[in-house]
């Protein structure tokens, strides 16, 4: 079976042993630029330039559901090698990948600095290839949701990327009229990001229980800190029987040195420097008498 999209809004499939057509998809409203089959060949994937994403049952020949989280040019769309995903590349310069059978969003990349124009699924599922106009051919892992390589090969825009059947090798091209043949290495990547992943997860646990026992050694310390700028208190009542008849209650008095109380001086009364010379005299009796 072939499958085309055109910018007369129509997606339709050909019987290529018989060369008869088949059948045709109506629903975009602009030109479909890029038109798949699922594994199965039960549903199809478009992307226009109506900025949506639609999903097909090629038995009903209707459209199951539309995405439309892009916000420009849909140039590129692909199911993932167990059918249950579709991812597509926009002119927004993002790669989006849907659950079908939620029909939600589940992965978001901010993919490049231009327009995404290809993407593909490497055989296993776990890793994706992208090229855009910024010249660029990125390889993403999708289990851990980011960016792994990123190749500088093409003179311009990278317009095109696939993976080969048995993912050890994937092909670029460019607007500058070359074709690049690269040689993949998955495999090598998955156990060298599997052992780094086993190391960091180590780390990981490590340091959640350095954090663990220093938080419990801050929490014992805080219960016997005492702040330097704390004051002491001391409260007092007032008893009812006083005979002031006052009832007070004196909450929180701050205990002051001796050097705060200043009791009236009988020699407040003498000219200053009098009263001085006084003080002075029996401060000196006083000692004299200890």
């Known amino acids: 079976m072939l499958l085309t999209g055109s910018d007369d809004k129509i997606i339709k499939i050909v019987n290529v042993d018989s060369k008869k057509f088949v059948t045709s998809l109506t629903g975009h409203t602009n030109w479909v630029k890029s038109a798949r089959f699922s594994p199965d060949a039960r549903l199809i994937c478009s992307?226009?330039?109506?900025?949506?994403?639609?999903?097909?049952?090629?038995?009903?020949r209707q459209t199951v559901h539309t995405f439309i989280d892009h916000s420009s040019n849909v140039n590129c769309v692909r199911f993932h090698p167990d059918g249950t995903c579709i991812a597509s590349g926009s002119d927004d310069k993002k790669i989006k990948i849907w659950d079908i059978?939620?029909?939600?969003?589940?992965?978001?990349?901010?993919?490049?600095?231009?327009s995404v124009n290809s993407i593909s699924f490497h055989p296993n599922g776990n890793y994706m290839l992208?090229?855009?106009?910024?010249?660029?051919?990125?390889?993403?892992?999708?289990?851990?949701?980011?960016?792994?390589?990123?190749?500088h090969g093409h003179e311009g825009p990278a317009i095109g990327c696939n993976f080969s059947n048995c993912g050890d090798f994937f092909a670029t091209g460019g607007a500058d009229s070359i074709v690049m043949v690269w040689q993949s290495n998955i495999n090598y990547m998955s156990e060298e990001f599997e052992k780094l992943n086993k190391s960091e997860i180590s780390n990981?646990?490590?340091?959640?229980?350095?954090l663990i026992k220093d938080s419990k050694l801050n929490e014992n310390n805080e219960k016997f800190k005492v702040s330097s700028n704390s004051k002491l208190t001391?409260?007092?009542k007032v008893s009812k029987n006083d005979n002031s008849n006052n009832e007070l209650l004196l909450k929180s008095t701050q205990l002051k040195q001796d050097n705060d109380f200043k009791e009236e001086s009988p020699f407040n009364k003498l000219p200053g420097e009098l009263a001085t010379t006084f003080e002075k005299m029996i401060s000196q009796m006083d000692l004299i008498s200890k």
């Open 204 to 210: 990981l646990k490590s340091n959640k229980k350095t």
């Open 47 to 60: 992307g226009s330039d109506d900025n949506t994403v639609k999903f097909w049952d090629v038995g009903q």
């Open 130 to 151: 992208s090229s855009g106009n910024d010249g660029l051919v990125k390889i993403w892992d999708l289990k851990l949701g980011q960016i792994i390589y990123t190749l």
């Open 101 to 114: 059978r939620s029909k939600r969003l589940i992965q978001h990349y901010d993919a490049h600095s231009a």
């Open 234 to 236: 001391k409260k007092y």
